[in-house]
């Protein structure tokens, strides 16, 4: 079993930055496939951006292009989303996920089968 924890969402001023951090534990996952989604309210859970633990490949949904980089440190266990010249609609709950493939990297949430809970990212303008 997967354990995620994503920390870091709080309240940013339009233009600003942020890093979110997602903390993985339990059995081993080296390899596969991790991901950050998003939800705003009203509207459904969006792929963000995801990389391929073993490679570093990474994917961005072109909303995020230019402005978000995804990351993880092996040493940590951790994947990291820094976000830079947020806007309002980058406001939603980000949650971390990861799947049990090591070569394809997902851009659907059914493409994952661990989530951490989510947290807060508003952007005010």
């Known amino acids: 079993q997967v354990q995620l924890v994503e920390s870091g969402g709080t309240l940013v001023q339009a233009g600003g930055s942020l890093r979110l951090s997602c903390a993985a534990s339990?059995?081993?996952?080296?390899?596969?496939?991790m991901a950050w989604f998003r939800q705003a309210p009203g509207k459904e859970r969006e792929f963000v951006a995801g990389l391929l633990w073993g490679t570093s490949r990474q994917t961005y949904a072109d909303s995020v292009k230019g402005r978000f980089t995804v990351s993880r440190s092996t040493v940590e266990s951790t994947m990291y989303l820094q976000m830079s010249n947020l806007e309002p609609e980058d406001t939603a709950i980000y949650y971390c996920?990861?799947?049990?493939?090591?070569?394809?990297?997902?851009?659907?949430?059914?493409?994952?089968?661990?989530w951490g809970q989510g947290t807060q990212v508003t952007v005010s303008s």
């Open positions: 339990g059995r081993t996952w080296i390899n596969n496939a």
């Open positions: 996920a990861a799947s049990n493939n090591p070569v394809i990297l997902p851009i659907t949430d059914s493409g994952y089968r661990y």
